[in-house]
Structure formats: C-alpha cells, structure tokens
C-alpha cells in the first residue's frame, strides 16, 4: 500500500505520494527542497564534527589541555556542586532550570581560576552566548583574538550590565 503525506507547499493540502514532497502543483520546488536536505545533511555529518574536535577546538596543547578539565571527575564534580549551590538558576539574567557551568574570568585568561568555586557560576545559554561575545571583546579570547592587558571582572552584575551594553 503506497503511502502518502501532505503537499510542503503553505497552504497546499494535496496528498502527496512518497517520496515526493510537493504536489504536481507545486513540483518546481521539489529539486531545491531536496537540494537545502543534502547541503544541510553534508554540513551536519560526522566528519564535520570531527573536523571541529581535532582542528578547532584542539588548535594547540593549551586549548587540548583546557578541553580535557571538562572530561575529568574533579569537573564533573565542580559542575554539580555549582548546580546544587545556585539552584540551577542562571546568575546572571535569573532564568530557571539553567544547566550550565562557566567561568567567570575565561581560563584562558586566567588559568589557575579553572577549578576555582569563586570563579564558576551557573549560567542560561542565551548569555553564556552573549559572555562568550563580550569575553572576545573584552578580554581578548577565542580563535583569531589577542589577549588584552585589562583587569579581572569578577562581579556578575556589572557583567551582566557589560554584557547587555555591547
């Protein structure tokens, strides 16, 4: 028994023989539909992420070294503590059910702070995104970034606050 589904087409409710995806209608489309699923597909395959993991993320020993604190028990355990102690509310914006760990003052600008309670916070990923924006900026960290000579910024609202300004 053939099966069938509904025309891609906006407000197209013809049936639509599988494989296909639009209607005789609306068939014009179906090459370029089908051409977004491959282009979508080669960039989300696994050797892109394994691109991503032994290029980007592992450039040199310094970034291999602070990837590999997150894979040891001394991390996994700093995480669950900080959860528990700011009940998985993010510090920074005061959304709820955050489930993230960061650094306040980045480790690769201060990599003796990297198992340091005082320097950990939990943190939403909307600004964990926008920490990470205004880190590059501020402090200079990240891929293609120089290191700044600017003073530590420990305290979460005045980050908060830097964060919203850039």
């Given at each position: 028994m053939?099966?069938?589904?509904?025309?891609?087409?906006p407000n197209c409710h013809a049936m639509v023989q599988f494989p296909n995806h639009y209607c005789p209608k609306h068939f014009?489309?179906?090459a370029e539909y089908l051409a977004n699923r491959q282009r979508?597909?080669?960039?989300?395959s696994k050797q892109y992420q394994r691109k991503y993991n032994t290029v980007t993320r592992y450039?040199?020993?310094?970034?291999?070294?602070?990837?590999?604190?997150?894979r040891t028990k001394q991390?996994?355990?700093?995480?669950?503590?900080i959860l528990d102690r700011d009940h998985y509310i993010c510090r920074y914006c005061g959304?709820?059910?955050?489930?993230?760990?960061?650094?306040i003052v980045p480790i690769e600008f201060d990599p003796m702070c990297k198992a340091s309670i005082d320097n950990l916070t939990t943190i939403?990923?909307?600004?964990?995104?926008?920490?990470?924006?205004?880190?590059?900026?501020?402090?200079?960290?990240?891929?293609?970034h120089h290191r700044q000579n600017v003073p530590e910024i420990r305290d979460i609202t005045r980050i908060s606050r830097l964060m919203k300004k850039f």
């Open positions: 053939p099966r069938y589904r509904r025309c891609r087409q014009e489309y179906e979508w597909a080669r960039a989300h450039r040199n020993d310094t970034k291999s070294e602070q990837y590999n604190f997150y991390w996994q355990d700093l995480r669950q503590r959304q709820s059910n955050s489930k993230t760990v960061d650094h939403c990923r909307r600004c964990h995104r926008a920490k990470t924006q205004w880190e590059q900026y501020y402090y200079g960290t990240g891929q293609g």
